[in-house]
Nanobody
Framework: QGQVVESGGGLVQAGGSLRLSCTASGRTFSRLTMAWFRQAPEKEREFVIASNWGGGSTVYADSVKGRFTISRDNAENTVYLQMNDLRPEDTAVYYC????????????????????WGQGTQVTVSS
């Protein structure tokens, strides 16, 4: 059975940066569409960013455009979320998600759009 595992969360001051990592095992990683979602306390899980397997298509939530980027190393089965200019409202548990459908064929904005999930990693941004 495959797994999706996140790492790299932590506490950072507003304006700072963090990089999260997500490693997928047991699957053909290079063909996976990878995404990041986040969930703040008492809020719904919300979409952050998604990347096609070839990196040719990327979708961003408006709230993170210009600040967050996604990259992937298919050789290492790992996708990264680089978060810059962090704000207190970015505080949440961040989840890595994966599926085989490419971005161009199916929506990516809801948690039900993805099949495989990590356990989450906490990101806290202090003001």
């Amino acid at each position: 059975q495959g797994q999706v595992v996140e790492s790299g969360g932590g506490l950072v001051q507003a304006g700072g940066s963090l990089r999260l990592s997500c490693t997928a095992s047991g699957r053909t990683f290079s063909r996976l569409t990878m995404a990041w979602f986040r969930q703040a306390p008492e809020k719904e899980r919300e979409f952050v960013i998604a990347s096609n397997w070839g990196g040719g298509s990327t979708v961003y939530a408006d709230s993170v455009k210009g600040r967050f980027t996604i990259s992937r190393d298919n050789a290492e089965n790992t996708v990264y979320l680089q978060m810059n200019d962090l704000r207190p409202e970015d505080t949440a548990v961040y989840y890595c998600a994966a599926r085989y459908l490419p971005i161009t064929t199916s929506p990516v904005g809801h948690r039900t759009d993805f099949d495989y999930w990590g356990q989450g990693t906490q990101v806290t941004v202090s003001s």
